[in-house]
């Protein structure tokens, strides 16, 4: 069974920066897509970065692209969100998702098979 375990949210101040990481278990993830999504209150998810586990390519949403960064840790089956200059409308629940078709990165989460509890993120102003 795929288990993912997302840590690293907590509270900063706007313009500071946070890592997130997602630790996944239950299986080898080397064709698989790794993703992070988030929600915030009242809103819909929405895709924030992905990347493939295997090549390390990545996408992002237009709104992240140059101040997150999306990684992974092979040895450690570990993803990691460095996130930077980060603004208060960003506070959200973030999510880590994985799709096992890994054929391509998706930007919707009813393509993603797997999801982690998810980790709190607060920006104040």
């Known amino acids: 069974q795929v288990l993912l375990v997302e840590s690293g949210g907590g509270l900063v101040q706007a313009g500071g920066s946070l890592r997130l990481s997602c630790a996944a278990s239950g299986r080898t993830f080397s064709d698989y897509v790794m993703a992070w999504f988030r929600q915030a209150p009242g809103k819909e998810r929405e895709f924030v970065a992905a990347?493939?586990?295997?090549?390390?390519?990545?996408h992002y949403s237009d709104s992240v692209k140059g101040r997150f960064t999306i990684s992974r840790d092979n040895a450690k089956n570990t993803v990691y969100l460095q996130m930077t200059s980060l603004k208060p409308e960003e506070t959200a629940v973030y999510y880590c998702?994985?799709?096992?078709?890994?054929?391509?990165?998706?930007?919707?989460?009813?393509?993603?098979?797997?999801w982690g509890q998810g980790t709190q993120v607060t920006v104040s102003s």
């Open positions: 998702a994985a799709d096992r078709s890994g054929r391509w990165i998706y930007t919707k989460d009813s393509e993603y098979d797997y």
């Open positions: 990347i493939t586990w295997t090549s390390g390519n990545t």
